[in-house]
């Protein structure tokens, strides 16, 4: 079964969130933006043992303490480690550039990184028994991916979509009309009854942005 908890990092309160399988006590954090004393506390407090990291996509509140994660949770020399799977390739120019990123968002800058694996619309990823699918939905960034996990329900769609709103899509390659697009087609197929951990805010369902969402509600759309 899925368990997880959201820890906000940085000052942009990031939903970093720590996914758990309670049949094994593997896990996943999902966008380790900072603050990454914060999230190995929860893993020793929960004693989890951590086994991926997951990125939505490459902008810096969501993936600047990856690096810092992997080498805090190395055991030994020899030890490998964490491996870390996402964003889509078509983030890597958003990776490429966190020293910049850091510079604009008042940021220390991060150290690097490079994902062990990019992921596609349509593929899936494990740890302990939990699998999740993933959705390429690209618009606020060109490579960003949501994890669903059918069997809760539960999908975590980082800057894609929020309680009310929807993420910007003025950065560079960014679209709006493809960003809607990617609610409607790649979301929202997923079912009403799906509640949604966004990058920022409180959680919400798929179901209340159909009839509330300022941008993306189905009153919208003739
Ligand atoms: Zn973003
Ligand atoms: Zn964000």
């Given at each position: 079964?899925?368990?997880?908890?959201?820890?906000?990092?940085?000052?942009?309160?990031?939903?970093?969130?720590?996914?758990?399988?309670?049949?094994?006590?593997?896990?996943?954090?999902?966008?380790?933006?900072?603050?990454?004393?914060?999230?190995?506390?929860?893993?020793?407090?929960?004693?989890?043992?951590?086994?991926?990291i997951l990125l939505t996509h490459?902008?810096?509140?969501?993936?600047?303490?990856?690096?810092?994660?992997?080498?805090?949770?190395?055991?030994?020399?020899?030890?490998?480690?964490?491996?870390?799977?996402?964003?889509?390739?078509?983030?890597?120019?958003?990776?490429?550039?966190?020293?910049?990123?850091?510079?604009?968002?008042?940021?220390s800058t991060p150290q690097n990184f490079h994902p062990d694996l990019f992921f596609k619309d349509g593929d899936q990823v494990s740890f302990g028994n939990v699998h999740l699918?993933?959705?390429?939905?690209?618009?606020?960034?060109?490579?960003?991916?949501?994890?669903?996990?059918?069997?809760t329900k539960l999908a975590l769609v980082g800057d894609v979509l929020f309680k009310g709103a929807i993420g910007r899509s003025d950065f560079p390659r960014g679209n709006y009309d493809q960003l809607v697009n990617s609610i409607r087609t790649k979301l929202w197929p997923l079912g009403d009854d799906v509640q949604f951990i966004p990058g920022h805010g409180p959680m919400s369902t798929f179901g209340q942005e159909r009839l509330h969402d300022a941008f993306v509600a189905d009153k919208h759309f003739g």
């Amino acid at each position: 079964m899925l368990q997880y908890q959201i820890i906000p990092v940085t000052h942009y309160q990031q939903n970093c969130t720590l996914l758990w399988c309670d049949e094994t006590n593997e896990a996943a954090v999902v966008d380790p933006g900072g603050n990454i004393e914060r999230i190995l506390s929860v893993l020793i407090e929960r004693k989890l043992n951590l086994v991926k990291i997951l990125l939505t996509h490459g902008h810096l509140d969501h993936v600047g303490g990856t690096e810092a994660l992997v080498r805090a949770t190395k055991i030994s020399e020899d030890s490998a480690p964490i491996p870390i799977e996402g964003p889509h390739l078509d983030d890597m120019f958003w990776i490429n550039m966190l020293p910049q990123q850091a510079q604009m968002m008042g940021f220390s800058t991060p150290q690097n990184f490079h994902p062990d694996l990019f992921f596609k619309d349509g593929d899936q990823v494990s740890f302990g028994n939990v699998h999740l699918e993933i959705r390429h939905c690209p618009g606020h960034t060109p490579g960003h991916i949501i994890f669903f996990h059918p069997e809760t329900k539960l999908a975590l769609v980082g800057d894609v979509l929020f309680k009310g709103a929807i993420g910007r899509s003025d950065f560079p390659r960014g679209n709006y009309d493809q960003l809607v697009n990617s609610i409607r087609t790649k979301l929202w197929p997923l079912g009403d009854d799906v509640q949604f951990i966004p990058g920022h805010g409180p959680m919400s369902t798929f179901g209340q942005e159909r009839l509330h969402d300022a941008f993306v509600a189905d009153k919208h759309f003739g």
